[in-house]
Each structure stands twice: as C-alpha cells, then as structure tokens.
C-alpha cells in the first residue's frame, strides 16, 4: 500500500513538473530570437505614457523600456524573452513580424504631438534621456548581437504612419559608435557633384530606399507614400532638412549606404 502511494505520488510529481528534458546535445544551427531593436518617442507625458504602455485599452500597446524625462529613469515593463506590442504594422528588409523578432524602447517625450503633418515641428527630448537610451542601445545590442541596419527608428518600419523617435534623435551618434550603418562623408562628397549635375529618376530612389530596409511603392512617381520614405530617410541621415523631396545630397548619402 505504501508503495502505491508513493508511486502515485511520483507520477503526480511527475505530472507537474512537466516531462524530463536531456539538455545534453545543442544545435550549432540557432540564432537569437533577437532581431532588431525598434527606437519609440511616445508622444505623450509621463503619466500617459506608463498608463498606454502598461494598462489595458483600446489601443494595445506596449515595450520592453520607457525611459522617463523627469527624472531620467529606464523602466522595463516587458521581459527581453517575451514579446511586446510596440511596432504595429510594420516592415524592415522583407521582415514583417517585427514585434515578434525586436526590442522596443520608448522615450517619454511630447516629439510632433499636436503639430500639423505638413509642418511638423518636434520637442526636444530632456537632458540626460538620449545618453541613458544610447547606453541601453548599446547594452542590448551588445548582448544580442543585432546587426547595424536592423537598428531602427518606428518611422523606419512604418513610414507612413509614424516618424518617430524623430529628427531630434542623435542617430549620427550611433553611427559613430558603430551601432547603426552611417554614411562615410568623403564617399557622399564625392558622388554628390555627379548628382548635382544629373538627378537620378523617382524609380532609382524608390529602389535604392527599398534596398536600404524600407517598404516603398516601385511605381517610378513620386507619390504621397514615396515622399514619406524619402522624408524618413532624411530625418535619420540628414535631419537638417526632410521635406521629402530627391535632391543631389539625398541621392549622396542614399548611394554611399547602399553601394559603398
């Protein structure tokens, strides 16, 4: 009888505990579930901000980090090993499942709230927030290995809905530190007189903007949607001006990132 009972006991242990795995063998054929890393403005103060990214509502959304402006505090609200909801719709160099395969970090900052679409105008972020979001970049790019063109704004993967974290956004810094690809400025220099005199037609930069990462129309016109990729692009690479329009310098820089 009592061995009945202890074997039940066993099996029922058994049972909730799950089944026994042999860890003694590893495929050499993985990589980390890590893909990318998604850079977020909120558009929202502080409080509005924690209660959209932790709260349930309509909208759904959610990150890994909030980097707070006053006081400069980074909060995980998601663990790394689970997914968060912060990219939407989205699509970086054929890649459609972003959530699924990033890291998402926002930054509490009002950014383009409440300014016209076709003159945006952007909020600075508060002093010490980007060198805390530049150490973070840093410390998951490092643990994960991501690769410098999978190191992404939300405007990148969704051009035509979103442009943050914005021309405001040091991405020229991380170029510098190598977390980002950045244009080589003598390459730009060089190829810029050859733009100056002939600008290359609508469906070069809708190819060469389709080859760098982004979702483009391939219609050869400069369309609404095309001058949102196009003005993305400069935001990131040229955040002095991002009017959207092809011009020699844009061409430049474009050229020296996709055929350096």
């Not at 495929?27 to 558009?43: E, G």
């Not at 050869?220 to 040229?238: C, H, N, W």
Request: aromatic fraction near 8%; charged fraction near 25%.
């Amino acid at each position: 009888m009592r061995f009945l009972l202890a074997l039940l006991l066993a099996l029922a242990a058994g049972c909730a505990t799950g089944p026994r795995i042999d860890t003694t063998y590893t495929s050499v054929n993985q990589d980390s579930r890590v893909q990318f890393l998604v850079l977020h403005y909120t558009a929202e103060d502080w409080e509005t901000s924690l209660r959209t990214l932790t709260q349930p509502s309509s909208r759904e959304v959610s990150s890994h980090y909030l980097i707070r402006d006053d006081p400069v505090i980074i909060y995980r609200l998601v663990d790394e090993s689970r997914r968060a909801w912060h990219s939407g719709v989205s699509s970086w160099r054929g890649n459609t499942q972003i959530n699924a395969s990033s890291i998402g970090i926002e930054i509490v900052c009002l950014g383009d709230k409440g300014s016209p679409s076709d003159a945006l105008v952007f909020r600075d972020f508060a002093p010490g927030q980007l060198d805390a979001a530049i150490e973070l970049v840093k410390d998951i790019v490092r643990r994960y290995n991501i690769r410098p063109e999978n190191v992404v704004g939300h405007g990148d993967v969704a051009p035509q809905r979103r442009v943050d974290p914005g021309p405001k956004f040091p991405w020229k810094r991380l170029g510098e530190l190598g977390i980002i690809r950045w244009p080589d400025s003598g390459t730009v220099a060089h190829r810029r007189p050859e733009f100056e005199q002939a600008l290359p037609d609508y469906s070069w930069f809708q190819e060469k903007l389709r080859r760098h990462g982004y979702e483009v129309p391939r219609n050869g016109e400069l369309d609404a949607p095309t001058r949102r990729v196009i003005s993305q692009f400069q935001m990131k690479y040229r955040p002095e001006r991002y009017d959207g329009t092809p011009d020699a310098e844009t061409a430049a820089i474009l050229s020296a990132l996709v055929d350096p």
